[in-house]
């Protein structure tokens, strides 16, 4: 279970959120929706434990998340609004550094035909464009056995068919007993597992 009490967080001295509270348990989707500039990032980034809140914690399997790293770190996949990727490096090669599957290119490459880009090994990044460039961080889905995922904006420049194959992946996630936390602008039928709501700002 990953639980959040209580947090607040600010951005230039203004008040982003604040007493934002919930849990999420196996087989939970929890949505953050709000308006731009209302913390949606934020909030995720500190889940992640990639921002220290202002005020209240978080804990996962009952344990503050700062003591708990090496355990926490290993259940969890966080994908960012900004890929994290390298643009001069293809796509497998993001994913060896990525997904840490160095040893393992037949798996790398069976994951990204599955998400279309089996024609686009060779190319650097940069030349991608952004919907297969996301097509290239989502790989992480298949290559990654984690129980939670934190995925900022994961439909973005995504197109239909992209978009449903994201859908299914996470729906057979939560069916497995997974986790997700998950922000996006768009509408997606993954939003009919939404089990909790947080709405910022």
């Given at each position: 279970?990953?639980?959040?009490?209580?947090?607040?967080?600010?951005?230039?001295?203004?008040?982003?959120?604040?007493?934002?509270?919930?849990?999420?348990?196996?087989?939970?989707?929890?949505?953050?929706?709000?308006?731009?500039?209302?913390?949606?990032?934020?909030?995720?980034?500190?889940?992640?434990?990639?921002?220290?809140?202002?005020?209240?914690?978080?804990?996962?399997?009952?344990?503050?998340?700062?003591?708990?790293?090496?355990?926490?770190?290993?259940?969890?996949?966080?994908?960012?609004?900004?890929?994290?990727?390298?643009?001069?490096?293809?796509?497998?090669?993001?994913?060896?550094?990525?997904?840490?599957?160095?040893?393992?290119?037949?798996?790398?490459?069976?994951?990204?035909?599955?998400?279309?880009l089996g024609a686009h090994l060779e190319k650097p990044l940069r030349l991608l464009s952004q919907g297969q460039q996301r097509r290239v961080a989502l790989a992480r889905l298949i290559l990654e056995?984690?129980?939670?995922?934190?995925?900022?904006?994961?439909?973005?420049?995504?197109?239909?068919?992209?978009?449903?194959?994201?859908?299914?992946?996470?729906?057979?996630?939560?069916?497995?007993?997974?986790?997700?936390?998950?922000?996006?602008?768009?509408?997606?039928?993954?939003?009919?597992?939404?089990?909790?709501?947080?709405?910022?700002?």
């Amino acid at each position: 279970m990953l639980q959040a009490n209580a947090l607040a967080a600010e951005r230039g001295g203004q008040r982003l959120f604040y007493d934002v509270s919930f849990s999420v348990n196996n087989g939970d989707l929890l949505h953050v929706s709000g308006s731009n500039g209302s913390g949606k990032t934020t909030l995720l980034r500190m889940l992640s434990g990639l921002t220290l809140p202002v005020a209240g914690d978080i804990t996962w399997q009952q344990q503050a998340i700062d003591n708990n790293r090496d355990d926490f770190n290993k259940e969890l996949l966080y994908i960012g609004h900004r890929h994290g990727m390298y643009s001069d490096l293809n796509a497998l090669e993001n994913l060896q550094l990525s997904a840490q599957q160095s040893s393992n290119r037949a798996r790398i490459f069976s994951a990204l035909e599955e998400v279309g880009l089996g024609a686009h090994l060779e190319k650097p990044l940069r030349l991608l464009s952004q919907g297969q460039q996301r097509r290239v961080a989502l790989a992480r889905l298949i290559l990654e056995t984690r129980k939670l995922w934190i995925l900022d904006e994961p439909l973005a420049a995504l197109d239909v068919d992209a978009v449903e194959w994201f859908s299914q992946r996470l729906a057979t996630h939560l069916e497995n007993g997974g986790m997700a936390i998950v922000t996006t602008h768009q509408e997606a039928s993954f939003i009919s597992h939404v089990s909790i709501n947080v709405v910022l700002g």
